[in-house]
């Protein structure tokens, strides 16, 4: 097992404590969680402590060559689309993927309803899916549903409602002392990087001053990676979004300010237009997709696409979703 042992216990102490209620997990900060393997696309990786100050769903599946897990990992696929619709952010998290499966991971990783990270770690669950749900303050918290998505009394809905509804109590930051909260309100809370910097600069120099320097700087790492692979990833209108709110939050922050007006400079080139005008006509089709199930149809009108895409990143992204929509469909006769 090695690196996934730690992650076990975590896992399995947050299964035992689930029956006392979510007020047993306040005090129980889950540490940095070392992932086996965690890919945000095909070029950069991370952890999935990245998305601390975030609500995130990991959505935990078996899945390999046998047709009963892909139908299976079908239909927690569209439970997590009406997850996304609610604000939460979507990870899928493959047990056990062989070399295969990682690549058919990232396809679905892709899909629409996914931020685009997927985790491929020799965890053994085979039973029914996993849902965990790792918290603003970066507690993790798991629940294992069965094929009516319920355990016990609780509906899936009810397990994730406190992910829905902590985003607005991370506002008021989290930690053991008053600047703790306080800079974190204004890094997590409101995104103001620069302004939790200053409030820092002001203080005499301590241990916890130092952490929480070091807090900023990753978190500004952790943005700035983001949009970078979304860049790479062909999500070009979430990128330059995410770099002018990043541009915002570190105005006045010297040196990180010139790095995120670089993280900018590829949507600025002569053939990004062309990419940003067929990245349009690609959300509308994943649109329809979504509203339905993927079909023959839906595959031609793909290809259709492709024939007017200008070479790209975008158009990358385009003939991966495209794989998926056509093993989806092959999956889907097949039953």
Same mark, same amino acid.
């Given at each position: ?51 601390? !100050? ?18 299976? /990992? ?21 047990? !056990? ?18 931020? $685009? ?20 303050? $970066?507690?993790?918290?798991? @629940? ?7 355990? $016990? ?9 406190? %992910?829905?509804?902590? /985003?607005?109590?991370?506002?008021? $930051? ?12 204004? /890094? ?19 241990? *916890? ?28 209108? @979430?990128?330059?979004?995410s770099a002018a709110r990043l541009i915002?939050?570190?105005? %006045?922050?010297?040196?990180? *300010?010139?790095? /995120? ?5 590829p949507l600025r080139d002569p053939g ?38 200008? *070479?790209?990143?975008? @158009? *990358? @992204? ?13 999956? %889907? !006769?097949?039953?």
């Amino acid at each position: 097992m090695g690196r996934a042992a730690p992650l076990i216990l975590v896992l399995a102490s947050a299964i035992c404590a689930q029956a006392d209620g979510w007020s047993a997990f306040a005090s129980k900060p889950a540490p940095d969680i070392a992932l086996p393997d965690v890919v945000l696309n095909d070029t950069g990786q991370g952890l999935l402590s990245d998305f601390r !100050g975030r609500s995130v769903v990991v959505v935990v599946i078996a899945l390999d060559s046998h047709i009963d897990h892909w139908v299976e /990992a079908e239909r927690v696929l569209r439970r997590a689309s009406h997850l996304s619709d609610r604000g939460l952010d979507i990870v899928l998290w493959l047990n !056990g993927a062989s070399p295969r499966d990682d690549r058919d991971a990232r396809v679905f990783a892709r899909a629409p309803w996914f931020t $685009g990270l997927v985790v491929a770690g020799p965890i053994t669950f085979t039973s029914a899916p996993q849902y965990w749900l790792m918290l603003v303050d $970066g507690t993790l918290h798991g @629940r294992r549903m069965n094929q009516r998505g319920t355990q $016990g009394k609780g509906t899936l809905d009810r397990f994730l409602t406190p %992910g829905i509804t902590s /985003a607005k109590g991370v506002r008021a $930051g989290w930690g053991e002392t008053r600047l703790q909260k306080q800079v974190r309100a204004l /890094a997590y809370g409101h995104g103001h990087l620069a302004r939790a910097r200053t409030l820092l600069m002001r203080r005499p120099d301590s241990e *916890e001053r130092r952490l929480l320097l070091d807090e900023l700087e990753d978190l500004f790492a952790r943005r700035l990676r983001r949009t970078r692979h979304d860049v790479e990833d062909g999500r070009l209108h @979430r990128a330059h979004a995410s770099a002018a709110r990043l541009i915002d939050d570190v105005k %006045g922050w010297e040196q990180r *300010e010139d790095a /995120a007006y670089e993280s900018l400079r590829p949507l600025r080139d002569p053939g990004a237009k062309a990419q940003l005008k067929f990245e349009r006509h690609l959300e509308r089709w994943l649109q329809a997709v979504r509203a339905g199930r993927p079909s023959e149809r839906h595959a031609a009108q793909l290809q259709s696409l492709l024939t007017r895409c200008p *070479e790209g990143v975008v @158009r *990358e @992204r385009a003939r991966r979703l495209l794989d998926l929509v056509q093993r989806a469909t092959k999956i %889907g !006769g097949n039953r």
